[in-house]
Every structure is written in structure tokens, then in C-alpha cells.
Antibody, heavy 121, light 106 residues
């Protein structure tokens, strides 16, 4: 059974960098795309981006300039960095495995437990 | 980006009811449409993928249909465990986008 466990700093000040990591258990990173998704009451669920074990990445245009996605195959982990955060980046952040074919994450399963991130001065 | 619109936003229901939730895409997405269930404090869980395929372990009272731009999630004989929020999500093209959710209330 595949399980994702995520962690990272939950309280940030404006302009700081959000850093989250997701460890994958029971599955190799190879053969899948690994996503980050965030959720707020106002904007709902928002896909941030994904990455493959080979390092291929894509991300949503509105965040692309601030997002860094990376993988560590030796640890079977993948990470998200979002720089220059503002209050608008306050959200619950989830990691998830993309199940699909080629570079398409056709659906997300499973998801990590979520990490609440608050950006406040 | 493809916009996903769900209706209704909320629904007052009862155990045993048949429920239908609709999701519309702003452009055709073939059958690249998934349905998730989210309970308070938890992460979303996939119920239906590629419009009509039932995820392993999901009860058969859940079913999905549709193609192109209009899709439905149907729950026959609602159970107490089904009171949750449901989201549709398109995977036709990145950025993958979600509907705003439909909350089933008792």
C-alpha cells in the first residue's frame, strides 16, 4: 500500500520561502508524476505542479516563477519550495501521486495527510 | 485554464436518498474527469477516475458518467458515511483543475 507522509514549516513570514517534503512509502518514485496541491476555503483545490523521478516538472502558470519542484530518488522523497510567500499562500498543502500515463497525472491517489501553512507577519 | 463548475454547491439529503452531482467543464475534456470525496480534516480520496471507473475499494453505490463537457456523480442509497464534500477534477490538460465542491448535508 502506497503511503505519502509530508512535513515542513507551518508558520512563515511574508517574503520567506515555503519548503515542504513528501516521503513515499511502498512505491518507487519512478513511473509516476508526483504533485503538490493546495486548498483554501476561498479558492478551493489548486494544483501547484508535478515532477517525475527523472526531474521533469510542470507547474501552474500563476506560481511558476516562484515554484521549485525537486526529487531525491535516494530517499524516495520529493519537495516543494515556494519563495516570496504572501498571505495569499496561506493554505493546506497536500502532496499526491499522479496515476496515469506518459506525463499525464490522470488522477491523484493517494494523498499525503496535508500540512497547514500560515503566512503572517 | 479549464474551468470546472459543480452544481449544486450544497445539498440537504437524507440516508437512503439518491443523489446526483453535476460537473461541467469549460471545454471538452473527453473522459478525463475524476471525482473525489473529502471529509472534514482529511485529504481528498478518489472515488471515480476517467469519468466512470470505480476506484478499488469504493462501494458500488457510487457511479460516474459523462463525456465531453458534462459529467455526473451518482450515489444511490446514501449512507451515513457519505456525508462529505465531493469534488470533480479534470486531467485533460495541465494545469489540472478542480470544481468548487458539493457539500452533502444531513
Amino acid at each position: 500500500q502506497v503511503q505519502l507522509q509530508q512535513w515542513g514549516a507551518g508558520l512563515l513570514k511574508p517574503s520567506e520561502t515555503l519548503s515542504l517534503t513528501c516521503a513515499v512509502y511502498g512505491e518507487s518514485l519512478s513511473g509516476f508524476y508526483w504533485s503538490w496541491i493546495r486548498q483554501t476555503p476561498e479558492r478551493g483545490l489548486e494544483w501547484i505542479g508535478d515532477m517525475s523521478a527523472a526531474g521533469s516538472t510542470k507547474s501552474t502558470a500563476s506560481l511558476k516563477s516562484r515554484v521549485t519542484l525537486s526529487v531525491d530518488t535516494s530517499k524516495n522523497e520529493f519537495s516543494l519550495r515556494l519563495n516570496s510567500v504572501t498571505a495569499a499562500d496561506t493554505a493546506m498543502y497536500y502532496c499526491a501521486r499522479g496515476v496515469g500515463w506518459g506525463s499525464i497525472s490522470a488522477w491523484f491517489d493517494p494523498w499525503g495527510q496535508g500540512t497547514p501553512v500560515i503566512v503572517s507577519s | 485554464d479549464i474551468q470546472m463548475t459543480q452544481s449544486p454547491s450544497s445539498l440537504s439529503t437524507s440516508v437512503g436518498d439518491r443523489v446526483t452531482i453535476t460537473c461541467r467543464a469549460s471545454q471538452t475534456i473527453n473522459t478525463y474527469l475524476n471525482w473525489y470525496q473529502q471529509k472534514p480534516g482529511g485529504a481528498p480520496k478518489v472515488l471515480i477516475y476517467t469519468a466512470s471507473s470505480l476506484q478499488t475499494g469504493v462501494p458500488p453505490r457510487f457511479s460516474g458518467s459523462g463525456s465531453g463537457t458534462e459529467f455526473t456523480l451518482t450515489i444511490t442509497s446514501l449512507q451515513p458515511d457519505d456525508f462529505a464534500t465531493y469534488y470533480c477534477q479534470q486531467s485533460y490538460i495541465a494545469p489540472y483543475t478542480f470544481g468548487q465542491g458539493t457539500k452533502l448535508e444531513i
